[in-house]
């Protein structure tokens, strides 16, 4: 199996953290390590270095290299642009396709939180076990514990049985980012999990399914296929950058055959770190004893729930008389909102873009 990090992402709901020249997964939101380094650290021990990809783009491979100089020049899989998932994943298979065309690989985000590295492992390895077995796609869900409206959600038919501890469901459907009143039903259910994003299967079989289900996309990946074969990079930019911007959730996902795929259920102890609430939910071990998750220079009084960042040095966060607070401090940006309104700083993002003040974006 090979495993493709797609590390090209943006990470607009930790802003200012996550910037457009170093978003989330190069930050240490988490401890010492940037989130790219907790990733691929979690498959060195079982898969060579040769074996593992990474997608991102041009301006992120000099950060990506500062971290892991031993990733051969030839994994890197460049996104000439960001047109999210669908473009990116489709140009990886693609990539892939005239080297391992019926190989498993695995997408695998770099900005999750997990908590058991070996049932982590040992599900992926599963996954390119199955995918042998089967020919089917392999996908891992996780057992939701609030409604979410940030996640696509995954409807589970009967178990098809269990492998080493590892339970394997028949797929039945997707949706993609509910509203909250149908999250809170799918909680109630019990049959839907969250998806987890590590979709699995081999390079063809992922080119045929873009074929079934999202025929805009094929011609142009058929093209930049060919362009990668004979080395034609100029050709491999001009067709991805006419590539229709969507996620693989959409214009995959909630169209293909439910007989196509069998669902993982994760164990592992997972989080999508998207959004401040997540960091401050992952690191509760961490709180001190008026329940503040705090990393750098701050002192307060009668402050209590509160996430509280300070990445400049040279200056002191002070709070009075605050609960179930953000506060992030960088060098050129200070953000303050309500913890449980941290989904919607990426509408904020979307709002600066459209401003003057762009540049601290």
Known sequence: MKIIILAGGGGTRLWPI?????????????GDRTLLEDTIQRFLSDFPITDIYVSTTENLVSKVSDLF????????????????????????????????PDEPIAYIPSDHFINDRKKFIDSIKLADKLIRETGKMLDIAITPTFPNTALGYTEVGELSHTENGIEVYKFKGHTEKPEFSVARDYLNLGNYLW????YMWTPRRILQSFAQNSPSHVELLNNISQAYFDNDIEKVNSEFSKMEKISFDYAITEKIDPNEVLIIKGDFGWSDVGAFDVLYDVQRSLVDEEANLVRGK????????????????????ATVGVDDLVVVNTPDVTLICPKSKSQEIKQLVDKIKMEEYKDYL
């Open 18 to 30: 996550s910037r457009q020249d170093e978003p989330k997964q190069f930050s240490r939101v988490l």
């Open 69 to 100: 100089p031993v990733i051969p020049r030839e994994n890197y899989i460049i996104e000439p642009e960001k047109r999210d998932t669908a473009p990116a994943m489709g140009l990886a298979a693609a990539y892939l396709y005239n080297k391992f």
């Open 195 to 198: 998806h987890a994003n590590y």
């Open 298 to 317: 701050w002192t307060g009084i009668k402050t209590s729930n509160c996430y509280i960042h300070n990445l400049d040095k040279q200056k002191l966060i």
